[in-house]
């Protein structure tokens, strides 16, 4: 081969080499990419600036109560947050009476329990909010990508229960969640979506 051949074959391999360096390491394509670690991130801010860390429980008001109807036996878990001191039962009158023959409670609120009850500005005046466990532990525990732009992930919150969730879910301290969220790269950054609402 000549020289002018040789020349030739290395400045189209120069050309082909510097041409792929560009298609993988553009911006653009770097951007596409997500990280378990930005994952995390981007996760944990969205749940705190949506102010969902916290486990809860709402509670319908009617009037000056907050009712609910007892399903699976959990009568005696509320008697034994009566017992407690952080709230106080009182069954309705038999207007109230569901048509099962199951009757509904009212529950007041003590002053015990105000450590534990959420306020928020939005749309629950008629509710009552309550705290079952604060998150600890925020986690990623499976990313993968299901599209070019797109990530699914899987995530676990640890969270540390308040007394209402440690009698009302039956736990000790710790209640583990597991969850799915969905990652989509757009033209201002990644955004995230969660499999269900909190």
Not at 31 to 46: D, G, P
Request: charged letters at 35%; one cysteine or more.
């Amino acid at each position: 081969m000549g020289p002018c051949k040789e020349r030739g074959l290395r400045y189209i391999t120069i050309i082909v080499t510097l041409f792929l360096f560009n298609i993988i390491f553009t911006p653009d394509a770097l951007t596409q990419e997500l990280t378990k670690e930005e994952a995390l991130k981007i996760l944990t801010e969205s749940l705190k600036s949506e102010k969902i860390t916290d486990l809860t429980k709402y509670y319908q008001r009617n009037g000056i109560l907050n009712t609910f109807k007892p399903e699976n036996g959990d009568l005696n878990k509320y008697k034994a947050l009566e017992e407690k001191g952080f709230i106080l039962l009182k069954p309705l009158t038999d207007s109230n009476i569901t048509t099962d023959g199951e009757k509904r409670y009212g529950i007041t609120f003590t002053e015990k329990s105000e450590p534990y009850m959420i306020k928020k500005d939005d749309e629950i005046k008629d509710k009552a909010l309550i705290s079952l466990g604060k998150a600890e532990k925020i986690d990623i525990t499976e990313i993968k990508p299901v599209a070019p732009k797109e990530y699914k992930a899987e995530f676990l919150i640890g969270y540390r229960l308040t007394p209402f969730g440690e009698i009302l879910l039956g736990k000790r301290m710790i209640f583990e969640k597991k969850d799915d969220a969905f990652f989509e790269h757009r033209d201002d950054g990644w955004k995230i979506k969660f499999k269900t609402s909190f």
